[in-house]
């Protein structure tokens, strides 16, 4: 009985892990947890690759149209229980430093539209939204796990890549000298 409960439980688990890792267009890599979310810094020399897109409200636009502003850039899905989990912290910080300089663009890695849209109505996200794929990761080296999320300056330079979920303080500490 307890080794039929430990079985179920192990592959109920290994069904998690797996399914953060893949759907549709993203990254197959697994998600990484907070407890070793990866941070790399980047030298100031590391421009961040342009590249133009249609918002989910229709407007057009392109990582160098935001230069002069610092970005927060955001790969992730809305079937990763980690994105999830750091949006509410994005739409802080979103309300929080908007009119500093702060655009916070969240690039979906889902399948289809709809439920970003759904994602967004219900979480209140007034921030960039737009749709991505493997193209789009692949100009920021490969995306291997989502949330992997960007910190690019006013310069238009990737200061910092940050694979895994972090609380809102972590992206502030960060942000908050670049504005």
């Not at 737009?130 to 330079?157: A, S, W």
Request: hydrophobic share 35%.
């Amino acid at each position: 009985m307890n080794r039929s409960i430990l079985f179920i439980t192990m592959f109920l688990l290994c069904a998690f892990v797996v399914s953060c890792g893949t759907g549709g267009d993203a990254p197959t890599a697994s998600t990484t947890p907070d407890t070793a979310a990866k941070t790399t810094k980047t030298s100031s020399a590391n421009a961040a690759p342009d590249f133009e897109f249609k918002a989910l409200d229709g407007k057009s636009y392109s990582i160098s149209s935001f230069k002069g502003k610092v970005i927060l850039l955001d790969f992730w899905a809305t079937w990763c229980p980690p994105c999830r989990t750091e949006f509410p912290h994005f739409v802080e910080l979103h309300n929080e430093y908007k009119d500093k300089g702060l655009v916070i663009i969240g690039c979906s890695l889902d399948k289809t539209q709809g439920p970003v849209e759904e994602f967004a109505k219900k979480n209140n996200v007034e921030f960039i939204l737009t749709m991505c794929n493997n193209t789009h990761t692949e100009l920021y080296g490969g995306v291997k796990g989502i949330p992997t999320t960007f910190i690019i300056d006013r310069q238009g330079n990737i200061v910092e890549k940050i694979v895994g979920g972090r609380p809102k303080a972590y992206f502030e500490g960060i942000i908050k000298p670049l504005l």
